[in-house]
């Protein structure tokens, strides 16, 4: 079945640092990729959506300067938290599916950020 | 995109019974996904049922599709341990698969 991996899983770093976060579609490609938040106990908050070789759309309210999202390839989109602040800790999920009409999304494993 | 709402909110059960948690929408659908999200981790897709289709099983799973009262059900049967997660029901927007948005789910406990 398809696969898509997020990488790290786990991340705690100082306030003022950027971090990235990788999602990969393993066997399969993938123009557009998604990206939520998730609170403790919480739904998942659809932050943006990535698209291959142009800019990424971002829901209202999400900062596009604060979270950068990159999607140069029809394998991998990165979240890019700039300068990150520890209201920005959080859990972040990408997902991914194979072009075609009634696909199921596919979802990587999270990435646990915290800041300090 | 729409938003479904799942019913109950908490579904507490012993290992061995079945569980039902319920869906609910409000406007017309393409299909309907169930995902399944263990604590710390990602979704994992479950069952998609398409608009035209009422029942569709696997394994242990039953989803059932109903849209003239706009809901869907996921059945659980002979519940085990490691079924213990939330429960997410998702409905694309009409006329594409993307974009998926979701309810607050619902948190199934099974208890050895």
């Known amino acids: 079945g398809a696969v898509v991996s997020q990488h790290p899983s786990w991340v705690i770093c100082k306030s003022g640092t950027s971090v990235k976060i990788e999602c990969r579609s393993l066997d399969f490609q993938a123009t557009t990729m998604f990206w939520y938040r998730q609170f403790p106990k919480k739904s998942l908050m659809l932050m943006a959506t990535?698209?291959?070789?142009?800019?990424?759309?971002?829901e209202q309210g999400v900062e596009k300067d604060k979270f950068l999202i990159n999607h140069a390839s029809l394998t991998l989109s990165t979240l890019t938290v700039t300068s990150a602040h520890p209201e920005d800790s959080s859990f972040y999920i990408c997902s991914a599916s194979p072009t075609g009409f009634h696909q199921p999304q596919h979802f990587g494993d999270g990435t646990r950020l915290s800041i300090l | 995109s729409q938003q479904g709402e799942e019913d109950p909110q908490a579904l507490s059960i012993q290992e061995g019974e079945n569980a039902t948690m319920n869906c609910s929408y409000k406007?017309?659908?393409?299909?309907l996904q169930w995902y399944r999200q263990n604590s710390g981790r990602g979704l994992v897709h479950l069952i998609l049922?398409?608009?035209?289709?009422r029942e569709k099983h696997s394994g242990r799973l039953r989803v059932t599709l109903d849209t003239s009262k706009k809901s869907s059900s996921l059945l659980i049967t002979a519940s085990r341990a490691a079924d213990t997660a939330s429960y997410f029901c998702a409905l694309p927007p009409g006329g594409s698969n993307y974009k998926l948005t979701f309810g607050k789910g619902t948190l199934l406990t099974v208890n050895p």
């Open positions: 406007t017309s659908i393409n299909n």
């Open positions: 049922i398409r608009s035209n289709e």
């Open positions: 990535s698209n291959e070789g142009s800019k990424a759309t971002y």
